[in-house]
């Protein structure tokens, strides 16, 4: 490595955790008109219907995972649809009717999943075990009960809510979050990657899950919870709108840049602006090496965990040179970087540092970065 800096030690430090911002309230409630939720009874022959043809969406990518449950819970919960104790009311995202997705209750159709669809021989098909009151089904599977029971297990009724078509996807990420109520609650990414589930969830999956990133950041962004998609979204978002456009709501933000890959953004435009970002990530481990993303502590000359804030304004601001610009920044790289000190000890720092969601933060970052790199340019062409 080219860098030579005091206390390069503290590259050795655990960066499990990253800066979190102090992001502003959200001021503009939605129209509840557009709220679009029916409740229902449904017979649990229809739910088992549905997960028999892969129409509920167990949504296996979400860090709160299907299957938490051991065998002992999903156990007893088998026993209380036979011995018919009312389930908790289930939610259900049904804007795509081809494919429901689970808001709440994922565990409880995951274990009706492993016991009732699952095929013999599978590891996760449950047999019932440690029962409290049938004990005499202790050992059983499914096929093994006796038919009364299978029936009972069909024909008991829930209650369901149904998120129906034509519900925004703002609106429906907030019902996800005031909904949910599991052992372990939504993150917002986690209901995004659900609500945005295809070509949006997919393209920040790719970004996400590709070697240059992980190498830009060290392999210091966690996966657990979606951490690091939650990082991408933040480039997506900026690339595609312009940090001009941000109105001091970033989770709105977020959701107005996935919103438009869902509806604008072709399989080809994907693509396209996962090579940009690849590239954007190449160029600033390039030009910054292990102290990419990471903040200059002014008063140690050390450098801090990877800041959230200066990952999303550099690598925007890297992807919006052309290749000529970041041939010559890399070319003199040892200067630029230098230089890139200097930033630190400016305005630019309290951007990066506190308060990090306002328009004035966003917009002093931007704006710091861009003259940065401009000024780099011209003096070494």
Known sequence: MFFFFENESELDKDETEYETDQEPQINEPYDPLKVD????????????????NREIDLTPEFQRKENLWKPREQSRLIESILIRVPLPAFYFDCRNDDCWTIVDGLQRISTLNNFVTRKTGDELKLRLTDLEYLREYNGLSYEELPRQMQRRIRECQIFAYCIRPGTPDDITISIFKRI?????????????NAVYHGKASDLVKEMAYSD???????????????????????????????????????????????????TKFSIEKCQILLNIFINSMKVCRELFGDFAFRKLI????????????????????????????????IEHKEQVFLDYKQLFSTSFFDAINSATGTVEHVVERYTKLIAFFEKQVRKFS
């Open 37 to 52: 939720i029916i409740s229902q009874t449904l017979s649990m022959q229809s739910i088992l219907d549905r997960l028999e």
């Open 180 to 192: 949910n109520t599991g052992g372990m609650p939504l993150t917002l990414p986690e209901i995004r």
């Open 212 to 262: 240059d990133f992980k190498l830009a950041t060290r392999g210091k962004i966690s996966p657990v919870r979606m951490q690091d998609r939650d990082l991408v979204t933040r480039f997506l978002s900026f690339f595609i709108l312009g940090y001009n456009s941000y109105n001091g709501d970033l989770n709105g933000f977020l959701d107005k840049g996935l919103e438009t890959v869902k």
């Open 298 to 329: 002014k008063n140690n000359n050390t450098f801090g965990p990877l800041n959230k804030s200066l990952f999303e304004c550099t690598s925007v601001c890297v992807a919006n040179l052309d290749e000529n610009e970041q041939k010559i920044l």
